[in-house]
């Protein structure tokens, strides 16, 4: 599966989040059905510490609150640019792979 929707909008805010979750819904992607549920029922009043813990598990990573919690982090200084915002990039990626 391509994330480059999901991390997108995690990363930079774009696209909408309401773009990103109508995407994820309407592609066969193994993922807990408990995700998909909230999805659909929250749309983009979805959490973001939501999307992000379903990055986690679509990666194969545990959605721990610690890992959760440390995606969020680098997505949020990765929104801020620069040199920092591009290094927290690449830890974000480095966590998922």
């Known amino acids: 599966m391509e994330f480059e929707l999901l991390d997108?909008?995690?990363?930079?805010?774009?696209p909408q989040k309401g773009d990103v979750i109508r995407a994820i819904l309407a592609l066969p992607v193994p993922a807990p059905a408990g995700f998909y549920a909230g999805l659909r029922m929250l749309g983009d009043r979805t959490p973001d510490l939501s999307l992000i813990a379903l990055r986690l598990v679509l990666a194969g990573k545990k959605?721990?609150?610690e890992a959760v919690v440390r995606l969020r982090s680098l997505a949020e200084v990765a929104r801020t640019g620069g040199s920092a915002g591009a290094a927290a990039?690449?830890?974000y990626f480095a966590e998922l792979s």
């Open 63 to 65: 959605a721990d609150d």
């Open 8 to 14: 997108g909008y995690l990363l930079r805010g774009t």
């Open 89 to 91: 990039r690449a830890q």
